[in-house]
């Protein structure tokens, strides 16, 4: 989003539009901190959380057998890793620019993965159903969001605890950011929308109907798995150096490996 909005300069400052005391209060917020992705303080991060990264056929393997991505270098996984397509934006990329920032996998780990000859889909639903079918046993970078759907729904998959992983995992908003354009027709309704929006009440309503962690360490997280609570120090897949570092780091290499 940063990467379109931000040149074009159609968003507003968000902080003097914030009125309530509960908003501008640091302890309430993450970090001690509102976290902007840009210097204008334009774009504000409301639900950074961890993501799910490895996926199992629950009937095929025991989730708490890994350890490590590492553990998916064993010969006996090769061929039989289905993964998300790392050269289009989405839960690929991000877990391959993880891999990639890692400083216990980095380049040397992306390589050595792709030699156990990974099937790369690009949609969906046709990768975590690859999983749910006992077509494939593991699955890698992707959509945590739709795995979880599955699982509920009775399908044997599951999404393997970042927590018990030694490299864990990345943090990453998905839609959970936010900004206001200016010269907007309707000044002041937005205004009272986003400091409704940013309250406590309604960061629970938007975190709750998201699934995800909300940015405001007072609203609850029961409704979201235990690991989606980011870590402190955690490897962010999102904003204008993740962004910079896309472009001119980690995408040359990846089409280096996958090709374009």
């Given amino acids: 989003m940063e990467d379109i909005l931000l040149p074009l300069k159609v968003l507003e400052p968000l902080e003097p539009l914030f009125i309530l005391p509960e908003i501008t209060n640091a302890k309430n917020w993450r970090g001690g901190a509102i976290e902007y992705l840009d210097p204008g303080r334009t774009i504000l991060v409301m639900t950074p959380f961890l993501r799910g990264v490895l996926f199992v056929n629950s009937q095929m393997i025991e989730p708490n057998s890994f350890k490590s991505y590492k553990d998916l270098l064993d010969p006996k996984w ?20 993880f891999f990639y920032l890692h400083p216990e996998l980095g380049l040397d780990y992306v390589r050595a993965l792709v030699n156990q000859k990974p099937v790369i889909l690009k949609d969906y639903a046709q990768e ?20 979880e759907q599955r699982g509920k729904q009775g399908i044997p998959i599951a999404i393997v605890d970042p927590r018990q992983l030694r490299e864990g995992s990345d943090v990453n908003p998905a839609a959970g950011a936010m900004g206001i354009f200016n010269r907007a027709p309707h000044p002041n309704a937005a205004k009272l929308y986003i400091n409704w929006l940013l309250s406590k009440e309604g960061q629970t309503s938007f975190a709750r109907a998201a ?30 150096q993740w962004s910079n570092d896309l472009r001119a780091k980690i995408m040359p290499q990846l089409y280096e490996i996958f090709g374009r």
């Fill in 211 to 240: 699934g995800y962690i909300s940015s405001r360490l007072d609203v609850p997280t029961d409704h979201a798995a235990p690991w989606r609570v980011p870590p402190a120090g955690a490897i962010k897949t999102y904003g204008l």
């Fill in 128 to 147: 975590i159903d690859s999983i749910g079918r006992e077509k494939y046993p593991i699955g890698v970078g992707l959509s945590d969001s739709l795995a």
């Fill in 78 to 97: 090769s061929g039989k890793i289905v993964i998300d397509d790392p050269r289009k934006p989405g839960p690929g990329q991000a877990t391959f620019s």
